[in-house]
Nanobody, 127 residues
Framework: QVQLVESGGGLVQAGGSLRLSCAAS????????MGWFRQAPAKEREFVAA????????YYGDSVKGRFTISRDNAKDTGYLQMNLLKPEDTAIYYC????????????????????WGQGTQVTVSS
């Protein structure tokens, strides 16, 4: 099993940047594909980005393409989400998730295909 802890959230003005981190412990992080999801109040959990076990394949949700970048450093057992050009509509709790590697693109974009989740970190973008 793997345990995940997100950090790096906070309050930022529109147009600003934040970098979220996802620290993994337990089984080696390189066994897992990784995803980022977000959930705003009264909305369903939304796919943000995902990457395979070594970071060579990445997928993004349409609303963040060109602004967000997912990456990982397996030597540090840590994943990242670099968020640039933030908008007020990016305000949400951001969650890191992991599933055993070998996922299809569809599986990597579906929240219900991930078995391991962090506790989330709040991102608030002011206008």
């Amino acid at each position: 099993q793997v345990q995940l802890v997100e950090s790096g959230g906070g309050l930022v003005q529109a147009g600003g940047s934040l970098r979220l981190s996802c620290a993994a412990s337990g089984r080696s992080f390189s066994w897992y594909d990784m995803g980022w999801f977000r959930q705003a109040p009264a909305k369903e959990r939304e796919f943000v980005a995902a990457t395979n076990w070594y970071g060579g394949i990445t997928y993004y949700g349409d609303s963040v393409k060109g602004r967000f970048t997912i990456s990982r450093d397996n030597a540090k057992d840590t994943g990242y989400l670099q968020m640039n050009l933030l908008k007020p509509e990016d305000t949400a709790i951001y969650y890191c998730a992991a599933r055993l590697t070998g996922s299809s693109q569809v599986e990597m974009s579906r929240a219900d295909s991930y078995g391991y989740w962090g506790q989330g970190t709040q991102v608030t973008v002011s206008s």
